[in-house]
């Protein structure tokens, strides 16, 4: 019997480990530098709670399907620390960047949804492994320290936080646009 619960015992740990191995619990976050962009992006503004702006990114990411148009890639551009300010205040923007094979479509979105270019700029970036929903709340506690005490060693002037949710890649990335 003894053998079997330490058996037990082992297999739950081994599964633990590897459950914080697949979440990136354990992953190092790497902090760079570079250009990134431009980028297409479809798009709705929000004023509420960041936990609410999936349902808009669904939304949008199933219309553009409807419309003939696959996206592979959603975003979130958040302008406020939730820290600093009432749920109710946070302003996003939030929706699905448009793929370049996807570009001569934009034509078939004009008045019907809000559709912008964002530039090519210098970010601060990080990454962070995209399995599920649950991912994205395990990055706002493991990468967004790191960047912060980054981008204040750097004495970068704080600036709203673009967050990619890359499905196919399977990875967030977290850009914040350098501005000395």
């Known amino acids: 019997m003894k053998k079997n619960t330490f058996y037990l015992i082992f297999i739950l740990i081994i599964g633990l480990i590897g459950g914080l191995f697949y979440f990136g619990i354990l992953q190092e976050v790497q902090i760079q530098e570079q250009e990134v962009g431009p980028f297409k992006v479809v798009y709705e503004n929000h004023i509420g709670d960041y936990s609410e702006v999936r349902k808009i990114q669904d939304k949008i990411y199933s219309s553009l399907v ?33 793929e370049k094979e996807d570009y001569e479509d934009i034509f078939k979105l004009k008045g019907k949804y809000n559709v912008r ?11 962070f492994p995209y399995r599920n929903k649950f991912s994205i709340t395990l990055g706002v506690f493991k990468v967004y320290p790191k960047l912060n005490n980054y981008i204040e060693e750097k004495s970068y002037k704080s600036t709203p936080v673009m967050e990619i949710y890359d499905s196919a890649n399977q990875k967030i990335i977290y850009l914040f646009e350098i501005v000395e």
């Open 66 to 98: 409807n419309e003939g148009i696959n996206t592979t890639k959603s975003f979130g551009i958040y302008y406020d620390n939730p820290q600093e300010v009432e749920t109710e205040r946070l302003r996003s923007e939030v929706g699905v960047i448009i």
């Open 117 to 127: 270019d964002i530039p090519k700029v210098k970010n601060v970036i990080a990454t």
